[in-house]
């Protein structure tokens, strides 16, 4: 079982982002606060969890949680500010969007910038050591699972409804058959024998 949350006598927010390995689409983020007495046996890593079991576990957390958000930055802003900032900003950006104020943030992964006065701790691989950061990465995944879902009617050929967006090998083939869109990240590898771009 997963611990709660870092603090125990804070109002603690966990943070996660979703899609920073994508060649398209946004990267998405959420921050969630947990009631003190919450629990779930299945709340885990977003990543070690069924699309099912995930889409059940958003449900929950959302009618259980104190607070609660998502946002994007887009594929556009993430070429202009490069993926880790992105990330951050996402985080920033769901972080801010939650009432209560969280007095603390707990932060999956190792790089996060301030967001005004509010202490933070970065924890690696933190979605599976704490409910709140868990909470979290399952609705940045949904969120941006149900984003490319969407996006894929407009696009089919790409089978962003199964690969999200991420570099499967009917992702590189569409790409190499029909090019690029105006939701690919143009600052990534796109296809194996293309070099990077430079920003």
């Not at 900003?89 to 992964?109: C, Q, S, Y």
């Not at 868990?134 to 009617?153: N, P, V």
Request: net charge positive.
């Amino acid at each position: 079982m997963l611990k709660l949350k870092i603090n125990p006598n804070l109002l603690e927010c966990g943070t996660d982002e979703a899609g920073r390995g994508c060649l398209a689409g946004p990267v998405t983020a959420a921050a969630c606060i947990l009631p003190d007495d919450f629990s779930h046996p299945l709340l885990n890593d977003s990543k070690k969890l069924t699309e099912s079991q995930r889409n059940d576990l958003r449900t929950i957390i959302e009618s259980s949680a104190i607070t609660w958000a998502v946002a994007h930055v887009t594929e556009l802003e993430i070429d202009s500010m490069n993926i880790l900032n992105a990330s951050i900003e996402a985080m920033h950006r769901a972080i801010i969007k939650l009432n209560p104020t969280p007095e603390f943030i707990a932060v999956d992964g190792n790089r996060f910038k301030p967001l005004g006065n509010i202490p933070f701790q970065c924890v690696i691989k933190g979605d599976g050591k704490y409910q709140n950061i868990a909470a979290a990465s399952i609705l940045a995944k949904t969120e941006r699972d149900r984003y490319m879902k969407q996006l894929h009617l407009e696009y089919p050929k790409y089978d962003w409804h199964q690969n999200k967006g991420y570099p499967t090998a009917k992702h590189r083939a569409a790409l190499t058959e029909y090019g690029d869109t105006p939701h690919h990240r143009k600052t990534f590898r796109l296809l194996s024998n293309q070099l990077r771009l430079k920003l």
